[in-house]
């Protein structure tokens, strides 16, 4: 209490009322005041917690996933997402490409772009890693006719409101926490994004009229602990080795129970180790790259008994034509209204290089092509989430996509490294 409470608020000596009675008629009149203004800022919070459009599902963590109030509606904005999503092609598809500013929704929507078919983007910009670059990719986008509408997964309103807008074909389900040490710090946004997020888009979608084909981002960290390789898609995937693999394995069951009860088509991706130009900050690549450049020392993690540490890298191009050729053969949901009219196809597919390759290995080749020595620093695997290795088995993908990844690392790193030299030029963003 400040020293400012106990000075009387008229000057002059205080005298106690003598009378009993209007002592209590006066403490009867402000309890009755203090009550009627309680009621006032109560009907304020009550009406503002009704009004908020994402007051139902706010997160524990507002920092990095809360549901924003965002600028959408009006005929302005309806008119861009008609456009945007407007198909130019025979036969194009209109899709929904939801974390659309992020490294791989980035790559997917501009290729569907290019060959004709109708996208709109949504993305709610979350900080997990620097938002300057998800806004120039955002950028990118929207010089090749990409409008990304700003908004949280979880939103359910306005998933409603831009499915009654456009009858979307597809849903590209790319939206996601991602990482697998963050989750040791903030458990919680994966499971609002990973889990909750993906119930609420299936819920608009079991409801839509038509219902969309929907292809979505699961992950080779589903394989956890198995320790028979190449892993394949029949393989057991019950022993996660961190949380958001387990979120991803929960995406599966959760898809599974929306096929089985609301005939929504759906196709899972499990993505192993992807890499390219416009990459994610938080990847062993980039940050390599990064202070291999500045001088600085680089963790090599070996597993027990000096194991080795190897990732099935795959390049960003290759996962984009998987991604694609999920979309081109996904079949028709079967429901109409949120009731299941037949049985729906329910795929799950590895993407990956089949090609592991040494922790160590990654940074000879950077080395090579940065033309600067490395400072290794080797460490023990640490136990929060990360795996020794992963390597996909393919032959699903293959057979049924005619997916065929062309791009091997070491030509791969070097498009990364070029595009990372472009944007950081000088220690400093180029403007394109």
């Known amino acids: 209490m400040s020293h400012l409470d106990n000075i009387p608020s008229t000057p002059g000596k205080f005298k106690m009322d003598k009378s009993p009675y209007i002592h209590r008629l006066r403490w009867h009149s402000s309890l009755a005041k203090l009550t009627l203004w309680s009621f006032v800022f109560l009907g304020l919070i009550l009406l503002f917690f009704f009004r908020s459009p994402s007051s139902s599902a706010l997160p524990s963590d507002l920092s990095r996933r809360s549901l924003r109030t965002y600028n959408w509606g009006g005929p302005d904005w309806e008119k861009r997402v008609r456009s945007s999503a407007r198909v130019r092609s025979r036969n194009g598809i209109s899709v929904l490409v939801t974390g659309a500013a992020g490294f791989v929704g980035t790559h997917v929507s501009a290729a569907l772009k290019r060959r004709g078919d109708g996208v709109i983007g949504l993305d709610?910009?979350?900080?997990?890693?620097?938002?300057?670059?998800k806004r120039a990719r955002?950028?990118?986008?929207?010089?090749?006719?990409?409008?990304?509408?700003?908004?949280?997964?979880?939103?359910?309103t306005l998933l409603r409101k831009l499915f009654e807008v456009v009858a979307?074909?597809?849903?590209?389900h790319l939206a996601a926490q991602a990482g697998v040490r963050y989750a040791m710090e903030n458990p919680s946004s994966y499971v609002h994004s990973n889990i909750a997020g993906l119930v609420s888009l299936l819920e608009v979608c079991k409801s839509a009229n038509p219902q969309p084909a929907i292809v979505w981002a699961s992950s080779s960290s589903v394989y956890g602990l198995n320790s028979k390789v190449p892993f394949s898609e029949r393989d057991r995937t019950d022993q996660p080795a961190s949380l958001y693999a387990a979120t991803k394995k929960a995406?599966?069951?959760?898809?599974?129970?929306?096929?089985?009860?609301?005939?929504?088509?759906?196709?899972?991706?499990?993505?192993?180790?992807?890499?390219?130009p416009w990459g994610r900050p938080d990847m062993a690549y980039f940050f390599f790259t990064r202070d291999i450049l500045k001088g600085k020392s680089i963790p090599i993690f070996e597993a027990s008994n000096h194991g080795t540490v190897a990732r099935d890298f795959t390049y960003i191009d290759d996962i984009v034509k998987g991604c694609l050729a999920a979309l081109d053969t996904a079949e028709k949901s079967t429901g109409s209204g949120g009731k299941k009219r037949g049985p729906a196809q329910l795929r799950v597919f590895n993407l990956g290089n089949t090609s592991p390759v040494p922790v160590s290995d990654l940074v000879s080749i950077l080395e090579k092509i940065l033309k600067v020595k490395a400072k290794r620093q080797i460490m023990k695997l640490p136990r929060n989430g990360d795996v020794q290795f992963t390597h996909a088995n393919i032959s699903s993908a293959q057979r049924e996509l005619g997916y065929k990844p062309t791009t091997d690392l070491q030509t791969g790193l070097k498009k990364f490294v070029r595009w990372y030299l472009s944007y950081y030029s000088g220690g400093k963003k180029a403007t394109g």
Do not use: K, P, W
């Not at 986008?141 to 990304?148: A, N, Y």
């Not at 979307?168 to 590209?172: A, D, E, K, L, R």
């Open 251 to 276: 995406g599966e069951e959760i898809a599974h129970t929306y096929n089985h009860i609301y005939g929504l088509s759906l196709t899972g991706l499990r993505f192993f180790t992807v890499y390219g």
């Open 168 to 172: 979307f074909t597809h849903v590209m």
């Open 138 to 156: 955002q950028a990118l986008l929207e010089r090749t006719g990409v409008f990304i509408v700003e908004g949280d997964i979880n939103d359910s």
């Open 124 to 133: 709610n910009f979350n900080d997990y890693y620097d938002t300057s670059l």
